[in-house]
């Protein structure tokens, strides 16, 4: 029989990617989708007998805390994205506790339970970096599925972990799955654009169905955004960012649809039960 794989959704407003000197200044003013687009991935799960881990923004938790509810209420595992959508290299490591724990307080208000995993923003992609798990740890977290080490653009990597592991500190950190490819660079196939955009359908299913015989279950991991066909971004989006957004978007919600019928989704919290009891 094969596994359940992790499926993961990151929650955030189309806005949430702003790259502005001023920063977040009119967030209040810009129109909202994150609640029709939640709602189409719930329905899809719904349909499709899936559950999922949804990685929450406290942003979006705090203007949309019934949207939370309806997530948890459906059966899906609640974690956090962070509070504020910075990449975690930006962030002193006073402010990045300051923003876990933002984050966990409206999370875990909103379920009446408390928080245990987390995913960074732009994920962790430098070893250097690694100190945000530490952080986590003493937040009491007891999960991360943020590090990546990976070249932002080609976005491939050479050496990928592709087991789940323990830090040093406790959390277990539950990677991204890569495919190994192209002379020795692996490729990511299982979450954002290569997941529903870029790559044909069939070679995401094939590396799934490898990464089932070789590892056990995959995380996979999308952005409600990514199901909109209107592409929203802010000024002064770098051009490369426009169109990582724009490319393929037609793709995405058949791709996605096809991919629940085809492989069975559980949250986080369920695939690696034994790893977390532990």
Not at 202 to 209: D, F, H, N, S, T
Not at 212 to 230: I, M, N, Q
Not at 231 to 242: C, D, E, H, M
Request: charged share 25%; net charge neutral.
């Amino acid at each position: 029989m094969a596994p359940a794989h992790a499926l993961t959704i990151d929650v955030e407003e189309w806005f949430h990617d702003d790259w502005r000197s001023d920063r977040g200044a009119d967030w209040n003013d810009l129109p909202s989708t994150v609640v029709d687009d939640v709602l189409l991935v719930l329905d899809l799960l719904a349909r499709a007998g899936a559950r999922a881990t949804f990685f929450v923004l406290g942003d979006v938790a705090r203007r949309k805390p019934e949207l939370v509810r309806r997530i948890a209420a459906a059966g899906h595992e609640i974690a956090s994205h962070g509070d504020t959508h910075r990449p975690v290299p930006t962030q002193s490591r006073v402010q990045f506790t300051a923003d876990v724990d933002a984050s966990l307080a409206v999370l875990s208000d909103c379920i009446g339970a408390a928080v245990t995993g987390y995913r960074a923003p732009y994920f962790l992609r430098r070893a250097r970096d690694l100190w945000a798990i530490e952080v986590l740890a003493e937040l009491g977290l007891r999960y991360d599925s943020s590090y990546v080490p990976v070249r932002w653009m080609p976005y491939l990597g050479r050496d990928i972990p592709r087991v789940p592991y323990r830090h040093q500190c406790g959390v277990w950190e539950f990677p991204l799955p890569f495919a190994e490819r192209f002379g020795g660079w692996n490729l990511p196939y299982a979450g954002g654009g290569p997941l529903l955009r870029f790559l044909p359908y069939r070679v995401v299913e094939q590396a799934l169905r490898a990464h089932e015989a070789a590892v056990g279950p995959a995380v996979v991991y999308c952005h409600p955004w990514e199901l909109d066909p209107e592409v929203r971004t802010l000024p002064g989006t770098p051009r490369y960012v426009r169109l990582w957004k724009q490319l393929g978007r037609a793709r995405t919600l058949p791709a996605l649809t096809r991919l629940l019928a085809t492989f069975t989704f559980r949250p986080i919290r369920e695939v690696y039960v034994h790893e977390l009891a532990a």
